[in-house]
């Protein structure tokens, strides 16, 4: 219950007033009053009511390693005092170390890597580079996928905040998404599906698309804020074989799923593909400085030597988040934190199947590592979602109540549409988790 590292230099009330007039806040209808934040440690935070909770979600699934990890801490400090900032174009060591270390953690193919301010930057650029590599406009995209904020990752997004934008990005074709709880196409068997299997469904698409005009495939390999949807074995390598018949580039976007979140470096490991291009942010340094990153394969490295970098930004290799990275990724090996991840993985998951067994609103649980997903439902045989997609306001009562309830009893978890999404921080102690599953057991009863 060390509570040392408050911080508090305002009234909480004038922060709440300040925040709720003048402070716009992503996603949402301004003017709330929230919870003031003035400490963090390991798995937990507190507000400025001296009330604990516990981090089940990472915060955006980005603080891999839990709140103020010693060794990121330093490493800001120590670059810091080195040197702040210096334009991309100039050669830095901390640059060069986490480029090679990218190289060293990344799929055999992918060898170089851009760095930008975070995942929609970095979807942004991935987009712009394989249409220019290929000479191809079309991308195709999922609806169960979220890519990011900005203008064309925004198009790319497939969830409702698409709609936001009045004017998306031309030359997006949607694919569906292998959601194997409710397959699109009626099946109930994966393997006889072939939106699940995935080539067939993308070659129909190419039917009508015409093959020569599609840049590129992108998809996050396990499904984040859409609802954790891990794909059926064979998915990505029968995505990938039918982008490399038609010399389509298939980008994973790694935003959510990398940097050991799934108990791999890369999602796509679990399967052995190798893409052509992933992107990347979050975890890559726990989000203690804005960072993302745009890694390609070595044929399109070679080919940007005899053309530019279709993308730029000041804070490209921003030293500070540069260092971070270097000293989370470090810390991760140092600590073994993805074999932890695993193991913590599978106990969470079996927990989850113990409630299962009491809960009858458990429909469906998966994940892997500490990427994990329970979907609710009304009914466990018609599988009835407990709340329509993308429910909001009143219709999304059950889901608001249960997160209502368990912020109040100190657990911090988050949801979309009937989706409970799990992913503690990947270094969490085997009794934090028992105590999040504990919090988790009594909100369950809340839908039952
Ligand atoms: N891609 C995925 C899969 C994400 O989950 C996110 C953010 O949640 C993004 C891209 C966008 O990243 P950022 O918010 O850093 O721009």
């Known amino acids: 219950d060390d509570l040392s590292n408050a911080y508090p230099t305002h009234d909480p009330e004038w922060v709440r007033d300040m925040h709720a007039d003048h402070y716009l806040q992503s996603w949402s209808k301004q003017g709330s009053r929230p919870r003031v934040i003035t400490g963090a440690q390991g798995s937990w935070f507190w507000d400025s009511d001296g009330k604990r909770y516990l981090d089940f979600q990472s915060q955006l699934v980005n603080a891999n ?3 103020q990890h010693p060794k990121i801490i330093q490493a800001i400090k120590d670059q810091a005092d080195k040197l702040c900032y210096i334009s991309p174009a100039m050669g830095s060591d901390v640059r060069s170390e986490l480029a090679a ?3 060293e953690i990344t799929p055999d193919n992918i060898t170089s890597t851009f760095f930008t301010t975070g995942g929609s930057a970095a979807n942004e ?12 406009t079309k991308i195709i995209a999922r609806y169960r996928s979220y890519h990011g904020a900005t203008g064309g990752a925004l198009s790319l997004t497939g969830d409702p905040r698409h709609h936001l934008t009045r004017a998306d990005m031309p030359g997006i074709v949607r694919m569906l998404d292998p959601y194997v709880y409710r397959l699109p196409t009626g099946h109930t068997d994966p393997a006889k599906c072939p939106v699940a299997q995935g080539g067939p469904h993308l070659e129909e698409l190419l039917m009508y698309e015409n093959p020569n005009t599609v840049a590129a495939v992108i998809l996050e390999p396990i499904v984040g804020t859409n609802g954790i949807i891990v794909p059926p074995e064979g998915y990505l390598q029968s995505i990938k074989a039918t982008c490399e018949k038609y010399g389509i580039l298939l980008i994973a976007d790694e935003v959510m799923a990398g940097f050991g979140r799934t108990g791999k470096w890369f999602a796509v490991d679990h399967w052995g593909v190798q893409p052509d291009i992933i992107t990347s942010a979050k975890g890559i340094n726990s989000g203690y400085v804005p960072l993302g990153t745009m890694s390609v394969s070595t044929e399109i490295h070679d080919w940007l030597r005899d053309t530019p970098l279709p993308g730029g930004l000041t804070y490209a290799g921003h030293p500070l988040a540069c260092a971070s990275g270097v000293a989370a990724i470090r810390a991760m090996q140092e600590e073994d934190t993805l074999a932890h991840a695993t ?18 609103c458990i429909g469906d649980i998966r994940g892997k590592g500490m990427f994990n997903g329970i979907e609710l439902v009304k009914n466990r045989d018609t599988r009835e979602p407990l709340v329509p997609f ?22 911090y978890l988050s949801f979309f549409s009937n989706v409970i999404r ?15 599953i504990e919090i988790l057991d009594r909100t369950l009863e809340i839908a039952d």
């Open 65 to 67: 390693l839990g709140h």
């Open 390 to 411: 993308a429910a909001k306001g009143d219709a999304a009562k059950p889901m608001n109540d249960m997160m209502g309830y368990a912020m109040n009893n100190g657990l």
């Open 125 to 136: 650029t991935a987009i712009r580079v394989a249409r220019h590599y290929t000479g191809r």
């Open 343 to 360: 193991a913590m993985g599978e106990t969470l998951r079996t927990e989850l199947h113990r409630l299962a067994e009491k809960h009858p």
């Open 101 to 103: 270390i990218m190289n």
């Open 422 to 436: 799990l992913t503690p921080p990947l270094n969490i102690s085997q009794e934090d988790l028992m105590t999040g």
